[in-house]
Structures are given as C-alpha cells and as structure tokens.
C-alpha cells in the first residue's frame, strides 16, 4: 500500500482485501478495498476545508406542505428539530433553511444568499422558524433546485442539505424529481428523512442514494429534534469533499462491478466517469473520520498456471484546492495469480464472502417486501426467510431485529419463517428504509 498523504491534508489509508489466486482459465476476481480517513473533520486544514472554518455550508430544506399538520405534532417537530440543528452548527459555516411546499420559500437568510452562523444569525433563524406554517402540495424537485442555487452562491468546500418530508411527491412527475436529482448530485451532498408513514420510501431513499447522503425515517415526530442534530454534528464533522474512487485497469480487464458496501450497500458502478486512459472515477462524496468498504469486481483475460498479474490498481483522488489535477490521497492493488492448488483457488475471501451476503440481505429483504405488498405470499416468505437466514448468519442484529417485526421466526438458520397477519406501517417502513445498512466484517 502506497500513501500519498501529506500532514497538510486528512490522512487516507486503502487496505485490500482479497484471495489473488485463480484456478487455471479463472478470470473472476473480488476484492474488498477499506478505505478510512482520519483527521478530516476535527484537524482544521484550510487545503481541503473543514466545516466550521468558513467553507462549509448547510440548507435545511422543511417539508411544509398541508399535510404537516395532520398530526400538528408534525410541524411542531419539523420547527423544534430545525432550531436544534441550527444550536449545533458551528461557528462561520455557511446555512440557510427553505420552506418547502409545491413551491420553495426561502425562509432565513433570504435574498438568494447563506448567513453565516454566529451567535445572532442562529438567533434570527430560530425566530423566522416560529413564523413556519403548513399548507400546500409537495415539489421536492424544486427544494432540491434552491438549495443547489443557494449552496452555489458562496465559495464553499463542503455543500450538505437536510431534508424532510412526510408525504409523496405529488406535485411534479417522477421526471421532474429525477431531473433535479441529475442536475444536484455531485454538486452537493443530502440527508434525507422521512416523518410518519405517509411518504414514500423510494423516494426518500432515491433521493438520499443520488445526492450521496443517508436516509431514515423518524416515525415519532417527537424524535425529530434527536435525529437532526446527529445529523448536522455528522455534517459538521466533514473535512474533505468530493473525493473519488479511482479504478485502473490493464488492458483487457474488465469492470465487473464498484460497490460500496459498508456502512451501507450502494452501487457506484453505474456513476462512473472517464479519468484517462483505462481508469475511471467513482464518487463517494464526504469525508470526516471515518471507514467504508467497498467491493471491487473485474474479469481478467484467461492465463495459465504460474503466471500473475495487476488486476486493477484503486487509488483515493480529490480536487486541487489550486485548480490543478486531482491529486492521489492513497492506493492498493488487486492483484490475480494463476495456480493448480486447488485449496487456493477455491477459498473465499472472509470479507469479500462477508459483504457478497450483506448485498443478497439488502436485495431479498426489498424483494420480499415487494412481494408481500403485490399479496405473493409464497414469494414474500421464502425472501424475508432468507433474508432472516443471512442476518443471523452475518451477525447483523439490527435488520434481523427490524425483520422480527414482519415475520414470526420458525429457525434463523434455516431461514424458516411465518408472514405476521398485521403489521404496522412503522414497522414495513423502518425495514424497507434501513435495509441497505450493514454489519462490518470481523477481522
């Protein structure tokens, strides 16, 4: 592993994880690549800019369409939870909160511009929430649209949004949301949230997975408050934005698949875009100290027994603050190495096994709920009952908790289980939401 880190910028570190050896004609390979940064949010490089030091920015975008108030306990929430993460931002970053409805209301500053917190700009923010109301539709697009201006009228490093909604998009088409999702992401990173049980999970989920942010429902409007200011302190603790995952391939290698798999399943592959001859950036948004793994999947040309080679080299890229090339923050190497033993050839990578599980959990817990909601009983059990299957097996506790709330487990092992005859919105929700969090491998 080669570091390319310098004690001006937060430290990055790629570790490889993978069994090289191949049988005979074997072109498959796998590879678990954890990266982890260290000193991005809490070190106060100016290079690369860390929130609070005047480079970060932040817009809250509310849900305040009619809905809201049905329960009032809703918008009560939505205001204290917005002055809460207004209390935790940290002095000199960049903020602004947006009312949204089928239209988007600037809220505080105004004028198309970002205050910058202090002790009486967070005071004038939380007295213009007090004003919040609820009436009107949802055009989550065009919240979306006003943060990215709003966001884009400062000289910012870091750019984060907040959002929450209660309800469905119902005010502009599925294309509308899809185009301004197009025209923010890589521009900005977003939190999404949902409160109650009337909104729709894909969208929020969609949202969150296209703008590189997390997202979550919070059932209890009560729980508001709680939820967002860990979320603005995750916020605040960014130090390095718009970093990517670099994949260089020899000729002749192919691209399976880029995935991130820890702390949640996403699938970049898809978000590739071109870096030079034979490489290819992936984006992972964000940083503070923190570790993610992701899986890297390519096909090599057949060799013969003896022979080995470079499979693929990932290196960490960010921006020049200067405007210059990228530069490398830290790499590893995928490497392929032919062999007749058969032990070696066929042994799985504990971590590569690990995280290929906590992928099929992710997509058999979304099938099984399909199923289910479309009355495939049969289908909805025999997925939930495998997902039960590799949540015990893989340890995850947490989804195998979420899905003891949809089914009645016979044996976890086997993977035998009953669909539960009533089952609470809250519940289905939670399951589906979280469904794409993971347990980390043991090592």
């Known amino acids: 592993m080669a570091n390319f880190s310098k004690s001006t910028v937060p430290q990055f570190s790629v570790d490889v994880y993978q069994n090289e050896f191949l049988p005979e004609g074997g072109r498959d390979v796998s590879a678990i690549v954890t990266v982890t940064a260290t000193g991005g949010g809490t070190s106060g490089h100016r290079l690369y800019g860390t929130a609070g030091a005047g480079t970060a920015g932040v817009v809250i975008m509310v849900d305040c369409s009619g809905s809201m108030d049905y329960p ?13 993460a207004v209390d935790t931002l940290r002095d000199g970053t960049s903020f602004a909160v947006v009312a949204g409805t089928h239209v988007a209301k600037e809220v505080y500053p105004g004028d198309g511009r970002l205050a910058v917190a202090d002790a009486r700009t967070r005071a004038e923010a939380k007295e213009a929430l007090r004003r919040l109301s609820a009436g009107g539709g949802t055009a989550i697009g065009t919240w979306l649209r006003l943060a990215d201006r709003l966001l884009s009228s400062a000289e910012l490093t870091i750019r984060h949004g907040i959002l929450l909604t209660d309800g469905r998009n119902e005010h502009e088409s599925p294309e509308e949301l ?29 949202i969150a997975s296209a703008l590189l942010g997390t997202a979550d429902i919070v059932a209890d409007p ?50 590739r875009t071109e870096a030079g001859p034979r490489a290819g950036d992936y984006p ?65 990578n504990p971590q590569v096994a690990h995280y290929t599980g906590q992928a099929e959990l992710a997509d058999v817990i979304q099938q099984g709920l399909d199923a289910r909601k479309s009355g495939d009983h049969d289908g909805a ?28 487990v016979v044996d976890a092992a086997t993977g035998t289980v009953r669909l539960k005859a009533k089952v609470a919105d809250a519940d289905e929700m939670t399951l589906e939401t979280r469904s794409t969090k993971t347990v980390r491998v043991k090592r």
């Open 178 to 206: 899809r185009a301004a999702l197009d025209v923010c992401a890589g521009r900005f990173t977003c939190d999404a949230r949902g409160v109650g049980t009337d909104w729709e999970v894909k969208e929020v989920t969609g």
């Open 381 to 408: 059990t025999a997925k939930l009952g495998r997902a039960v299957q590799l949540a015990a097996a893989s340890g995850n506790a947490d989804t195998a908790k979420l899905l003891s709330k949809v089914v009645d």
């Open 222 to 271: 009560s729980a508001l408050a709680a939820d967002f200011t860990a979320m603005m302190e995750q916020a605040m603790g960014k130090g390095v934005a718009d970093v990517a995952l670099r994949l260089w391939t020899p000729v002749g290698v192919e691209i399976a698949y880029v995935k991130q798999v820890a702390p949640t399943v996403e699938d970049l592959t898809g978000r």
């Open 72 to 84: 009032s306990t809703k918008m009560r929430g939505a205001r204290e939870a917005t002055a809460a």
């Open 284 to 348: 992972t948004g964000s940083w503070g100290d923190e570790s993610r793994d992701y899986h890297v999947s390519v096909r090599v040309p057949r060799a013969a027994v003896g022979q080995e080679m470079l499979a693929a080299r990932v290196s960490l890229i960010a921006p020049d603050p200067a405007g210059g090339d990228p530069r490398p923050l830290s790499q590893g190497l995928v490497r392929a190495v032919w062999t007749d033993d058969l032990a070696m050839s066929t042994s799985i």
